[in-house]
């Protein structure tokens, strides 16, 4: 029985987190890289945009604060690029099995089933529909937040072990599904979601309207048309991340900005909401759009309400406030809507089972979808829109194809649980016993650096700050003792 503390087992990724810290406390940054790879080939990637669940069970939380756990695993993969140019990736895999698999979807489910499939031994091919691979990360995360120097270079560990990624390929149009399966030993859907619900407002044909999953795709994938510069005037509604990252990019294009918030927020409580603010975006709360209005087939302004909200028997009912009702100019506007998988491109319907929510249904331990031989994953299942998830989503399935293709009848891509959490005690360490030092905070570029560019915001930890993070891990002090 294997001991690990509560951050590992958190992961879904079952990163040994007490030992990469361990090695970066000790000044060993390219063994503790080594320890995250061997279960996250792309820590660039999450080390920016990784939930970080981890931190919430962190037993340091008994005492101040969480291990800055995300920030250290960034450190080591930023360290690696700063001193060698590149990855030092290990390019071991077993020997070829003869037998093919094909990944529908080239985002971070799918990279990572291919990851792991490469390794084993096996030829995979990966169809995407999108001009550049990467899925969610390349087409609606911006730049600020994951530079694609990080994201496309980490994803080269791909080709480097010889699988190939095979863009502006649709299935359901350039390739039908059917052919995939009798073309391959196995098939992986990671499609995630790459759709958005219709808007339901009039006026939504005008041109200058976009739903904020559109106007991120068109922007990040190089197809936005609409010219943006200092005399636009952006109108942008919704309270989620990609309505907020529509706002804060069109502000960097030079727009003036108005986000408009269904809800009431403690602006101060939403850092992306109080980084809109210092980025000089405009905003507005308690506010939906009810009607666009245009002229020469263009936008010229949208009618909004303002509104609040009464919970009746535990349903929230949004009730227009009497007389509050005000047009705003605008040449542009986006909003916010509700993202789903993109199954019927596929034809998929025809074939697999789905459920209400638009998703496949699965065997939920092995991974497999009704129709034999083909497993799905990600997003396109779960509806979890974090990368971390996805990726062992991935992961999972492919522990499943192996044992499928090698003809293991009881295959299942769960891996055996036989870790226990360690529950450190928290009477057994005492505050005198552990490092006396605060959370590094996460350095942001001053609003002015912001401005007019798409810049990284988050700043790295120097060597310093990173072993001085890496040395309040509890666990390690913990396990010395006994």
């Known amino acids: 029985m294997e001991i690990k503390p509560e951050c590992n087992l958190s992961c879904p990724l079952k990163i040994d987190v007490e030992e990469f810290i361990g090695e970066i406390a000790s000044g060993d940054y390219s063994n503790a890289l080594k320890i995250i790879r061997e279960k ?7 080390g920016r945009i990784c939930p970080a669940d981890c931190e919430n069970v962190c037993v340091r939380t008994k005492f101040d604060e969480p291990v800055a756990i995300r920030q250290l695993e960034r450190f080591c993969a930023d360290y690696e690029i700063e001193h060698f140019g590149f990855p030092q990736w290990d390019l071991d895999k077993s020997p070829s099995k003869n037998k093919s698999v094909a990944i529908i979807g080239a985002g971070i489910a799918g990279l990572a089933c291919s990851y792991s499939l490469l390794r084993k031994g096996y030829d995979v091919d990966i169809y995407d529909k999108l001009s550049k691979p990467g899925g969610m990360l390349a087409a609606a995360v911006p730049q600020y937040k994951l530079p694609r120097e990080i994201l496309f270079g980490e994803i080269q560990i791909i080709e480097k072990l010889d699988g190939k990624i095979l863009l502006n390929r649709a299935i359901g149009e350039d390739i039908e599904l059917t052919e995939l399966r009798q073309k391959y030993d196995a098939l992986f859907i990671a499609i995630g979601a790459g759709k958005t619900d219709e808007l339901h407002i009039p006026g939504k044909n005008f041109d200058g309207v976009f739903t ?13 048309n609409t010219h943006i510069s200092g005399s636009t005037k952006a109108l942008v509604f919704g309270g989620n991340h990609k309505a907020i990252t529509s706002a804060r990019i069109l502000r960097r294009l030079g727009a003036e900005v108005h986000l408009f918030l269904p809800d009431e927020m403690n602006e101060l409580k939403n850092l992306e909401i109080q980084m809109a603010h210092e980025e000089n975006i405009v905003v507005k709360s308690s506010i939906i759009p009810t009607a666009i209005f245009g002229e020469n087939r263009k936008i010229s302004a949208v009618r909004c309400v303002k509104i609040e909200k009464s919970n009746d ?15 705003e100019d605008g040449d542009i506007a986006v909003f916010s809507t509700i993202q789903k998988p993109d199954i019927e491109s596929l034809g998929a319907q025809k074939y697999f089972d789905i459920s209400s929510k638009n998703t496949f249904v699965i065997d939920t331990k092995t ?31 492919a522990i499943s194809i192996d044992k499928f293709l090698t003809g293991n009848e009881n295959f299942q891509g769960e891996q055996s649980e036989n870790e226990i959490s360690q529950g450190i005690d928290e009477n057994e360490i005492k505050k005198d016993d552990i490092a006396q030092i605060q959370r590094n905070r996460v350095k942001i570029l001053e609003p002015c650096e912001r401005e007019n560019n798409f810049h990284e915001i988050e700043i790295d930890f120097t060597e310093q700050q990173a072993e001085n993070e890496a040395k309040r891990c509890i666990y390690k002090i913990f396990r010395s003792k006994k």
């Open 367 to 397: 991974s497999q979808t009704n129709i034999y031989g083909v497993f799905a994953g990600g997003v396109c299942v779960n509806e979890h829109f974090d990368s971390i998830s996805s990726m062992a989503d991935g992961e999972k399935a």
């Open 40 to 46: 996250n080939p792309f820590p660039g990637i999450t």
């Open 212 to 224: 904020a999953l559109d106007f991120l795709m068109k922007f990040n994938l190089g197809n936005l």
């Open 313 to 327: 028997n535990c349903k929230i009912k949004i009730i227009p406030i009497e007389n509050s009702e005000f047009e």
